[in-house]
């Protein structure tokens, strides 16, 4: 499995960006997917999560209601829509597999992922 994150760069406080990470194999719609970060000098952190179906998300309280997570299982991919951006969500971002198929509540514990992407940079700085 290979994940291959793309999207992130250099934005204003206050804007919008959309990551995307494109997942190789067959298998990929049986599994919840999610998006992690590391802010600089920081531990990383769980961002959201979306079953296998797409029917259940879940967000970190720190994006709720900013951040969007979606995927399109016919097309390996999984989305992170972040809008209204603040400088403190600079981080590299990661998308990551579960290690379990269709688990039907997504988990925010970074031990239950297994498949990781390499991370996209997003910096919000005016």
């Known amino acids: 499995v290979q994940l291959v994150e793309s999207g992130g760069g250099l934005v204003q406080p206050g804007g919008s960006l959309r990551l995307s990470c494109a997942a190789s194999?067959?298998?990929?719609?049986?599994?919840?997917m999610g998006w992690f970060r590391q802010p600089p000098g920081k531990e990383r952190e769980f961002v959201a999560a979306?079953?296998?179906?797409?029917?259940?998300?879940y967000y970190a309280d720190s994006v709720k209601g900013r951040f969007a997570i979606s995927r399109d299982n016919a097309k390996n991919t999984v989305y992170l829509q972040m809008n209204s951006l603040k400088p403190e969500d600079t981080a590299v971002y990661y998308c990551?597999?579960?290690?379990?198929?269709?688990?039907?509540?997504?988990?925010?514990?970074?031990?239950?992922?297994?498949?990781w992407g390499q991370g996209t940079q997003v910096t919000v700085s005016s």
């Open positions: 979306v079953t296998w179906s797409g029917g259940t998300t």
């Open positions: 990551a597999r579960d290690s379990v198929a269709g688990r039907y509540s997504p988990s925010p514990r970074g031990a239950e992922y297994a498949y």
């Open positions: 194999g067959r298998t990929f719609s049986s599994y919840t």
